[in-house]
């Protein structure tokens, strides 16, 4: 009963370099949700995806980053032209339907360092 | 003012102490609320989910909310080295949007055995 699986675990990238963040939910989870962990900060809301949908990106700088979902295949979290401020630890969580009675569960994390 | 105001410590206990961790927030349309235990490098773990206030047990820990105060409370009894983490609050309207959680900025515990 593998949970959420994000890879890679760490990642570096140069300054505008693309970052590509993987997420796999956990078996039976259809709703996936992003959130990013600046040093000394609280998780924020990204974006939240459904197969094939972006429900809410209301999280997401307007320039570089974008998310998708597709019908086969893990989410992917992808920052173009990354630059320092992108330093961060990114997590991915997926939940069912009934995120009220179980709440999210989370991944492990992409920890994104930009040289 | 943030929605979300956490103290993040560190806050250090001896092996066996009552833990007592707080959250305060100014939002009056929260009404889940949620605490995470993160571990050093790890993504966080949900611990305590309740929504209605007063206490709710499970184990060691008890989750108190009371919504009069905008104020949430964690508490870990017969606390253990393996507590050692950050805990975070997290929080979330009902309704439209209830999937897109506010968390505090977390408080990182050691117990020193």
């Known amino acids: 009963n593998a949970g959420v699986m994000q890879n890679p675990r760490h990642l570096v990238r140069r300054r505008g370099q693309e970052a590509r963040l993987r997420c796999s939910p956990m078996k039976g989870h259809s709703h996936v949700y992003w959130y990013r962990q600046l040093p000394e900060e609280g998780l924020k809301f990204m974006v939240y995806?459904?197969?094939?949908?972006?429900?809410?990106e209301s999280g997401m700088p307007k320039e570089r980053f974008s998310a998708e979902f597709p019908k086969e295949g893990p989410s992917i979290l992808r920052i173009q032209q990354v630059v320092r401020g992108d330093s961060a630890a990114y997590f991915c969580?997926?939940?069912?339907?009934?995120?009220?009675?179980?709440?999210?569960?989370f991944g492990s994390g992409t920890r994104l360092t930009v040289v | 003012q943030k929605e979300v105001e956490q103290d993040p410590g560190p806050l250090s206990v001896p092996e066996g102490a009552i833990v007592s961790l707080n959250c305060t927030y100014s939002n009056s349309a929260f009404q889940y609320f949620m605490w995470y235990r993160q571990y050093s490098r790890k993504g966080p773990e949900l611990l305590m989910y309740?929504?209605?206030?007063g206490n709710k047990e499970d184990g060691r820990f008890t989750a108190q909310v009371d919504k009069s105060s905008k104020y949430i409370s964690l508490f870990i009894r017969d606390s253990q080295p393996s507590d050692s983490a950050t805990y975070l609050c997290?929080?979330?309207?009902?309704?439209?949007?209830?999937?897109?959680?506010?968390f505090g900025k977390g408080t990182k515990l050691s117990v020193i055995p």
């Open positions: 997290a929080m979330t309207a009902s309704g439209a949007g209830s999937y897109q959680l506010t």
């Open positions: 969580a997926s939940s069912s339907d009934r995120l009220r009675d179980y709440g999210y569960t």
């Open positions: 309740t929504y209605s206030s």
């Open positions: 995806l459904q197969k094939e949908n972006i429900i809410d």
